[in-house]
Nanobody
């Protein structure tokens, strides 16, 4: 069983930066995809960014040019550097690990951007 633990969320003013981290533990199979999703109140969970263990990266259009995803396969860790934060980025951010048909989720970390 895979366990994902996120850290790095918090309160920041518009235009500020935050860095999220997610460490995966347990039995981790490769190749896999690790990514970040977010869910704002009353909204559906949406993909923010994902990165395969082979290096392919995907971003939501709303964060391109502002957010950067990276991962350290040796540490089973994925990061999300968020710059130029906007109030509409406010949400709970969830870490995700996908391998074949298996999905694992973290508990989420709150990101709040004040205007």
């Amino acid at each position: 069983q895979v366990r994902l633990v996120e850290s790095g969320g918090g309160l920041v003013q518009a235009g500020g930066s935050l860095r999220l981290s997610c460490v995966a533990s347990g039995i981790i199979y490769y190749p896999n995809t690790m990514g970040w999703y977010r869910q704002a109140p009353g909204e559906q969970r949406e993909l923010v960014a994902s990165a395969t263990s082979g290096g392919s990266i995907n971003y939501a259009d709303t964060v391109k040019g502002r957010f950067t995803i990276s991962r350290d396969n040796a540490k089973n860790t994925v990061y999300l550097q968020m710059n130029g934060l906007k109030p509409e980025d406010t949400a709970v951010y969830y870490c995700n690990l996908q391998r074949d048909t298996n999905d694992s989720w973290g508990q989420g970390t709150q990101v709040t951007v004040s205007s």
